[in-house]
Nanobody
Framework: QVQLTESGGGLVQPGGSLTLSCAAS????????LGWYRQAPGKQRELVAI???????NYADSVKDRFTISRDIDRNTVSLQMDSLNPEDTGVYYC?????????WGQGTQVTVSS
């Protein structure tokens, strides 16, 4: 059983930056995919960014030029550097893990970008 704990959410002005962090626990093995989803009010949950154990990363087109994902493979942590934030980035951000045939979710952290 993998547990995911997020931190770093909060309130930021348009054009500002935030960094989200996630720590995975409950496994001694490398997690295959570790990343972030988000859900904005009235919208479906969507993939933001994910990095795989080999170092490859996928980004949503809407964030590709503004967000950067990074991982510490040995420590099973992941971070998301978010720059040039706009109000459409507002939502609950969930850490996500794809590991050993199971899918795991964090509790979510709120990111609010004011108008």
């Amino acid at each position: 059983q993998v547990q995911l704990t997020e931190s770093g959410g909060g309130l930021v002005q348009p054009g500002g930056s935030l960094t989200l962090s996630c720590a995975a626990s409950g496994t001694m093995f490398t997690i295959y995919g570790l990343g972030w989803y988000r859900q904005a009010p009235g919208k479906q949950r969507e993939l933001v960014a994910i990095m795989f154990s080999g170092g490859n990363a996928n980004y949503a087109d809407s964030v590709k030029d503004r967000f950067t994902i990074s991982r510490d493979i040995d420590r099973n942590t992941v971070s998301l550097q978010m720059d040039s934030l706009n109000p459409e980035d507002t939502g609950v951000y969930y850490c996500y893990a794809d590991h050993s045939g199971g899918l795991y979710w964090g509790q979510g952290t709120q990111v609010t970008v004011s108008s």
